[in-house]
């Protein structure tokens, strides 16, 4: 330490309100350049090399393969999945001395995309899963808490490439489970929550939250049934995926009168070509509904799950009507109708002004409208989401209100997004035309995973869950040093133990931290603690003896060790 670039503050940054950022700083891991933007000094460099470590062991593991892509791109590819607009403020972007345009990639979906097309044209070649560990940019709105929410980040993202709905199925679970070994292995508190898509599009979406309490990220929890999503997500969730293989296309069926369950199962078997239950119908169906002589105008679906739904109640939500199964190709003519999914802005924009109907059966809100004719139309919202007191409005879940699958109550939390899984679909293969010949000399588009993990903000998140009002406490995994060896004695032969000892640790393997300043003990005790390495030893008082004192940092005990002892002991 007497060469160590490092050096401890006393006192908390004054822009530092998270305790990990005020530990960070004041320990010398980190120091600020500007807004969200910070340099990493030796001992922090080392913990984000680790957790680096361990997510490449774990991304290696289930095959994935590293290479490294530019931060710095050209603007076309993003122009040509609409990014350059979408992204809005939170791209940065810059020009080159011609006046072309540039950006520092946020996230790297394309240009994976156009990699892969580059290299790859035969099915024979697939799957495939690409990783990298690299620098993002995005121009946050608020940067946050150090490293916790940076304007320049270390992101690991990876992104899969299949041939089938099943190979990306196998893909995000081989990525979901590497996960859930990374942060085992990091000793970090989490969660998995169901999440929205955001800006990148798609369907099936998870989130790793860290649980804190300084996290930005609400979550609700069902105690009953461990269903958890983000809160964002609950006002979206769509109810399971309505499978489309193997239905026919959009077949009208009349029905005579008002539908009633018993109708809807009578049209499903017709249609299909088989005996359904009615559980089964509610579950497929989705119907299409028109006033008789009149133009398809409403759009229902089936009911996810078993429900509690009479023929009363249907009765109250359809006119007299006909229903349709309708194809995929309707349901993306529909956009009012969301993967299953009718929400009340959807209701809104479709001219829906009066709420008449609320209710919750099962944690299940329906929704049925009528719009100023009084006409009614009815939309299936999981979760609560819509105040019903006349309007129809958004509005978020609250602590108490009742789980979408209906188990139980919901619990809200706190947590910060570590990691993202994401069943990304064609929407890139798609907007780079991505194609390789199958078996039979036939293009194919391959369908796309995309997954992150927040490497730089994982070191302030462990900061954040293993700290104490003295400081940081490492697990052993992540910690820049294994061993601190402090020398708290005056004496010469304490100070030759002390590099013997030193020098027998790093011959057994372990990296060793040593404090060999002309420092007060008190001074180095403090450093040592507000460093955090999990274990100290410390060459005292009792060395006079023959000992040296072991000191958990992470249980906080402490033992006195013959100093012959120690390295066995420590091993
Ligand atoms: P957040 O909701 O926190 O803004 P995000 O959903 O925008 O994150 P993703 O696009 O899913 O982030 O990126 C993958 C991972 O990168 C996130 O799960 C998070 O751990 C990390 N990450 C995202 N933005 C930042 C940032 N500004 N600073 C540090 N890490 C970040
Ligand atoms: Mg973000
Ligand atoms: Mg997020
Ligand atoms: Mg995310």
Not at 440 to 448: F, Q, Y
Not at 541 to 559: K, M, P, Y
Request: glycine share 10%; charged share 25%; proline share 6%.
């Amino acid at each position: 330490m007497s060469h160590l670039f490092l050096r401890t503050l006393r006192d908390d940054p004054a822009d530092a309100e998270v305790p990990s950022h005020k530990l960070l700083v004041r320990a010398g891991y980190v120091r600020r350049i500007a807004p969200g933007i910070y340099s990493w000094l030796p001992l922090g460099l080392k913990v984000l090399r680790q957790v680096e470590r361990v997510v490449r062991e774990e991304m290696n593991n289930i095959g994935a393969q590293e290479i490294s892509l530019p931060a710095l791109l050209p603007r076309e590819p993003y122009e040509t999945s609409n990014r350059w607009t979408e992204y809005g403020a939170g791209l940065f972007r810059l020009q080159d001395r011609k006046g072309n345009d540039l950006l520092l990639g946020p996230t790297h979906e394309e240009l994976f995309a156009l990699t892969v097309k580059g290299e790859y044209n035969s099915y024979k070649d697939f799957p495939v899963t690409l990783y990298q560990v690299q620098t993002k940019y995005r121009d946050e709105e608020r940067p946050r808490a150090g490293i916790l929410r940076g304007r320049e980040f270390v992101m690991k993202d990876s992104y899969s490439f299949d041939l089938t709905d099943e190979g990306l199925t196998q893909s995000y679970k081989a990525h979901r489970d590497a996960y859930e070994r990374i942060f085992a292995r990091l000793g970090v508190k989490y969660v998995i929550v169901s999440a929205t898509s955001g800006a990148m599009g798609g369907s099936a979406s998870e989130e790793f939250l860290a649980e804190s309490e300084v996290g930005e990220d609400t979550y609700v929890r069902c105690v009953e049934s461990g269903y958890a999503a983000n809160v964002e997500a609950v006002k979206t969730l769509a109810p399971a995926p309505i499978p489309f293989d193997g239905l026919p296309e959009a077949v009208v069926h009349d029905t005579p009168d008002t539908p009633t369950i018993d109708s809807l199962v009578e049209a499903s078997r017709q249609i299909l070509g088989r005996d359904v239950d009615a559980s089964e119908t509610l579950k497929n169906i989705l119907v299409k509904v028109r006033q008789p002589g009149g133009e398809w105008e409403l759009v229902g679906i089936g009911i996810p799950g078993d429900r509690e739904v009479d023929d009363k109640r249907l009765e109250a939500s359809f006119e007299p009507a006909e229903v349709a199964l309708l194809d995929e190709t309707d349901f993306a003519a529909n956009p009012f109708l969301v993967k299953g999914y009718i929400g009340p802005k959807a209701l809104l924009a479709n001219g829906v002004r009066y709420l008449v109907d609320p209710r919750v059966v099962d944690g299940t809100s329906w929704i049925t409208g009528a719009d100023e004719n009084g006409k009614h139309v009815f939309g299936l919202v999981a979760g609560r989401d819509f105040v019903a007191d006349g309007t129809v409005e958004a509005a978020e879940v609250r602590d108490g209100d009742p789980s979408p699958d209906g188990a139980g109550p919901l619990v809200s939390a706190r947590g910060i997004e570590i990691g993202h899984v994401f069943q990304l679909g064609r929407k890139y293969t798609d907007a780079f035309a991505v194609d390789v010949l199958n078996e039979n000399g036939k293009p194919v588009r391959p369908t796309m995973g995309s997954y992150g993990v927040g490497v730089s903000r994982l070191v302030a998140v462990i900061a954040e869950q293993q700290h104490d009002e003295k400081g940081l406490r490492w697990p052993a995994e992540v910690a820049p040093f294994d061993v601190h060896v402090v020398i708290a004695n005056k004496d010469e032969q304490a100070r030759t133990g002390a590099e013997n000892l030193v020098e027998e640790l790093s011959n057994a393997g372990l990296d060793v931290l040593f404090d060999d300043r002309k420092a007060s003990p008190g001074v180095k005790f403090k450093d040592s603690e507000l460093l955090g390495m999990p274990l100290v030893v410390v060459v005292g008082r009792g060395f006079a003896d023959g000992n040296v004192e072991l000191r958990n940092r992470i249980t906080g005990e402490s033992n006195e060790v013959p100093v012959g002892e120690a390295v066995r002991v420590i091993l």
